[in-house]
């Protein structure tokens, strides 16, 4: 593989590692980094007295930034060692410890004391740690085990052995800490999270305010600085405070409402945005999608979120703004987070420049039998809408264990993103990558957040539930007809394919089309839309997701080359197939 750079993680030095506050919606005027420059061992024993050398957090070990570049295999352990020193004025009663997310299982010790085990490689966990910290120098260890696809646990598109010819739908695997490593300090009673519902046509916001001991908190809601209402509630359940003028959220006028919560000595900063999204139907009858009660059409690209120095972990927070930025002048509304949990500031980004994200819960289970999964579902429709995920051994999702691990990880996963009004859309299960049982899994997301769409089987392995009928199609000739039931969306798509010299990882290359340049390219794209896109507006479809954001390793279906340097389509025109699209569908609806 060529190893490639993205103009960001040029920048990227041991003093410089993402600094900036990791968790914009709730945010305390305490806050200590410890990204940077650790320890690490690679071993196979669970325990070391001997570190083979520095590595920089919070990238992982298999990638350039980290300055390791070894694959972590599922017979190592992967070991972390930091060093710190609390200052004086830091400690307020208690200390938080908080990790972002360690990929996949992680027993973390401090001072030689077990604070605890975290399994899940995408979601983040905290420990307190008051009770074993010391004055001077204390020490902070990590043992990581990650064994990838020889593990049911969520993995996404991390593979350590590709094969055939969807191999290249797969990515370099990566291990431990790769998001920010940090530290707060809270009062001896704080709020311990805020749940933030809007609910738009009540002009009101529901809040409950969790809090370590039952009490009463001063809210604030503010309207660029100024503060539009104040109200007593009480924490630890759900309350609702009214608007007197409501300002709605959109991606064309993304609007925030600031949130100030006192409870105690504890103080944290928030905000909010007013949106509403349901299914109804339109003037001629046909079921769409509706936000802030209008029919919408969401309008997206299947974004990965991987980059050729850093894998999963974006190399700054500019670079992570970069394509959320792009795709929006580009003319694109949505975002589909491609089964990757993201860091909470890039929710936070779309939260503030207005994109909508659909949001995919990470893969896991066995190693998938892609005949089962990929051949056989793109020859037969009726194998995939036909066949029920109750077969656990299809669908390589025999360990018990394991399933229930999934429902945790969803459980944590929807806990983690609630408060984001960008996100519209959860999506359980994609194209049958250790699906199972997908209607309780919709059960499950309708009992923990009924404000926002289900997606329940993304693609095929269709069980009739959620809110829409997905399609996936990468061949000529789609046709789409209205559903009784459910709204029709064409969830993955296109895939066309321009392997741009300079700009290539790997001498391998997979796409759905090639071409040779990007005048071609975007000539072949703007031909999908007038023959497959336009023409079905009117019989129903209301959402296209097209693949992909960037290209990735032999991937290389991007809009953007993999490094960023370029994008591949004339960008004017792209604009322009954009807006014709929300032309017509304002007119069909």
Same mark, same amino acid.
């Given at each position: 593989?060529?190893q490639?750079?993205?103009?960001?993680?040029?920048?990227?030095?041991?003093?410089?590692?993402?600094?900036?506050?990791?968790?914009?919606?709730?945010? @305390?005027?305490?806050?200590i980094?410890l990204?940077?420059?650790?320890?690490?061992?690679?071993?196979?024993?669970?325990?070391?007295?001997?570190?083979? /050398?520095?590595?920089?957090v919070p990238?992982?070990?298999?990638?350039?930034?980290?300055?390791?570049?070894?694959?972590?295999?599922?017979? &190592?352990?992967?070991?972390?060692?930091?060093?710190?020193?609390?200052?004086?004025?830091?400690?307020?009663?208690?200390?938080? *410890?908080?990790f972002?997310?360690?990929d996949?299982?992680?027993?973390v010790?401090?001072?030689?004391?077990?604070?605890? +085990?975290?399994?899940?490689?995408?979601?983040?966990?905290?420990?307190?740690?008051?009770?074993?910290?010391?004055?001077?120098?204390?020490?902070l260890?990590?043992?990581v085990?990650?064994?990838?696809e020889?593990?049911?646990?969520?993995r /996404?598109?991390?593979?350590?052995?590709?094969?055939?010819k969807y191999?290249?739908?797969?990515?370099?695997?990566q291990?431990?800490?790769?998001e920010?490593?940090?530290m707060?300090?809270?009062?001896?009673?704080?709020?311990?999270?805020?749940?933030i519902?809007?609910?738009?046509?009540?002009?009101?916001?529901?809040?409950?305010?969790?809090?370590?001991?039952?009490?009463?908190?001063?809210?604030?809601?503010?309207?660029?600085?100024n503060?539009?209402?104040? +109200?007593?509630?009480?924490?630890?359940?759900?309350?609702?405070?009214?608007?007197?003028?409501?300002?709605v959220w959109?991606?064309?006028?993304?609007?925030?409402?600031?949130?100030?919560?006192?409870?105690?000595? &504890?103080?944290?900063?928030?905000?909010?945005?007013?949106?509403?999204?349901?299914?109804?139907?339109?003037?001629?009858?046909?079921? !769409?999608?509706?936000?802030?009660?209008?029919?919408?059409?969401?309008?997206?690209?299947?974004d990965?979120g991987?980059?050729?120095?850093?894998?999963?972990?974006?190399?700054?927070?500019?670079?992570?703004?970069?394509?959320?930025?792009k795709?929006?002048?580009?003319?694109?509304?949505?975002? @589909?987070?491609?089964?990757?949990?993201?860091?909470?500031?890039?929710?936070?980004?779309?939260?503030?420049?207005?994109?909508?994200?659909?949001? &995919?819960?990470?893969?896991g289970? %066995?190693?998938?039998?892609?005949?089962?999964?990929?051949?056989?579902?793109?020859?037969?429709?009726?194998?995939? @809408? %036909?066949?029920?995920?109750?077969?656990? %051994?299809?669908?390589?999702?025999?360990?018990?264990?394991?399933?229930?691990?999934?429902?945790?990880?969803l459980?944590?996963m929807?806990?983690?993103?609630?408060?984001?009004?960008?996100?519209?859309?959860?999506?359980?299960?994609n194209?049958?990558?250790? #699906?199972?049982? =997908? !209607?309780?899994?919709?059960?499950?997301?309708?009992?923990?957040?009924?404000? @926002?769409?289900?997606?329940?089987?993304? /693609?095929?392995?269709?069980? #009739?539930?959620?809110?829409?009928?997905?399609?996936?199609?990468?061949?000529p000739?789609l046709?789409?007809?209205?559903?009784?039931?459910?709204v029709? =969306?064409?969830?993955?798509?296109?895939?066309?394919?321009?392997?741009?010299?300079?700009? *290539? =990882?790997?001498?391998?290359?997979?796409?759905?089309?090639?071409?040779?340049s990007?005048?071609e390219?975007?000539s072949?794209?703007? !031909?999908?839309?007038?023959?497959?896109?336009?023409?079905n507006?009117?019989?129903?479809?209301?959402?296209?997701i097209?693949?992909?954001?960037?290209?990735i390793?032999?991937?290389?279906?991007?809009?953007?080359?993999?490094d960023?340097?370029?994008?591949k389509?004339v960008?004017? +025109?792209?604009?322009?197939?954009?807006?014709?699209?929300?032309?017509?569908?304002?007119?069909?609806?």
């Amino acid at each position: 593989m060529i190893q490639l750079m993205s103009k960001w993680g040029k920048t990227v030095t041991a003093a410089n590692v993402l600094p900036e506050y990791p968790r914009p919606n709730l945010v @305390r005027d305490s806050f200590i980094n410890l990204n940077g420059e650790w320890e690490y061992c690679i071993n196979q024993e669970k325990t070391t007295n001997r570190y083979d /050398g520095k590595i920089l957090v919070p990238f992982s070990p298999e990638t350039e930034l980290s300055g390791v570049k070894k694959i972590v295999m599922p017979k &190592d352990y992967l070991h972390y060692r930091k060093s710190f020193t609390i200052p004086e004025d830091f400690n307020k009663g208690r200390v938080l *410890l908080h990790f972002g997310a360690v990929d996949q299982e992680c027993t973390v010790l401090l001072n030689g004391n077990v604070l605890g +085990e975290h399994i899940g490689g995408y979601t983040a966990f905290h420990f307190d740690i008051t009770d074993y910290l010391v004055d001077g120098e204390n020490i902070l260890t990590l043992c990581v085990k990650d064994m990838t696809e020889e593990a049911p646990h969520a993995r /996404g598109k991390q593979k350590l052995v590709k094969k055939g010819k969807y191999g290249s739908l797969f990515y370099t695997p990566q291990s431990g800490i790769w998001e920010t490593v940090w530290m707060e300090s809270v009062s001896k009673d704080y709020i311990e999270k805020i749940k933030i519902t809007p609910l738009l046509d009540d002009k009101a916001v529901r809040l409950n305010i969790k809090t370590n001991v039952s009490g009463t908190a001063k809210v604030r809601v503010l309207e660029q600085g100024n503060v539009v209402k104040e +109200e007593i509630v009480e924490t630890n359940k759900d309350v609702i405070i009214k608007l007197d003028q409501v300002h709605v959220w959109t991606p064309d006028d993304p609007y925030l409402y600031d949130l100030n919560v006192v409870f105690g000595e &504890d103080e944290v900063q928030s905000y909010f945005g007013m949106r509403k999204f349901h299914v109804g139907k339109d003037s001629k009858g046909i079921l !769409r999608f509706f936000m802030n009660n209008k029919p919408f059409f969401f309008n997206g690209i299947l974004d990965q979120g991987y980059w050729p120095e850093s894998l999963l972990t974006n190399p700054t927070d500019e670079a992570l703004k970069y394509d959320i930025i792009k795709l929006k002048e580009l003319g694109f509304n949505t975002i @589909r987070k491609h089964i990757k949990v993201e860091p909470d500031r890039f929710y936070y980004h779309c939260d503030k420049i207005g994109m909508i994200v659909w949001q &995919d819960m990470p893969n896991g289970g %066995g190693d998938y039998n892609m005949v089962f999964v990929t051949y056989l579902t793109n020859a037969f429709d009726w194998f995939a @809408r %036909g066949v029920r995920d109750n077969l656990y %051994g299809m669908f390589k999702r025999q360990d018990k264990e394991g399933r229930a691990q999934y429902y945790r990880d969803l459980e944590a996963m929807i806990e983690q993103l609630y408060n984001h009004p960008s996100i519209a859309v959860w999506v359980p299960f994609n194209e049958g990558w250790g #699906q199972f049982d =997908a !209607r309780r899994a919709t059960a499950l997301i309708r009992s923990l957040d009924k404000t @926002r769409f289900v997606n329940e089987a993304c /693609g095929w392995f269709d069980q #009739q539930g959620g809110d829409m009928y997905s399609i996936h199609n990468y061949k000529p000739g789609l046709t789409v007809k209205p559903q009784e039931d459910r709204v029709v =969306a064409l969830t993955e798509f296109g895939g066309y394919s321009y392997a741009m010299p300079g700009h *290539l =990882a790997c001498e391998k290359e997979f796409g759905y089309q090639s071409y040779h340049s990007k005048e071609e390219l975007t000539s072949n794209y703007k !031909r999908l839309w007038e023959n497959e896109i336009y023409p079905n507006l009117v019989n129903g479809l209301s959402s296209t997701i097209y693949t992909q954001t960037s290209d990735i390793e032999e991937e290389i279906n991007g809009i953007f080359t993999y490094d960023r340097d370029e994008v591949k389509f004339v960008e004017d +025109e792209v604009k322009e197939i954009n807006k014709k699209l929300y032309r017509m569908f304002e007119d069909v609806v």
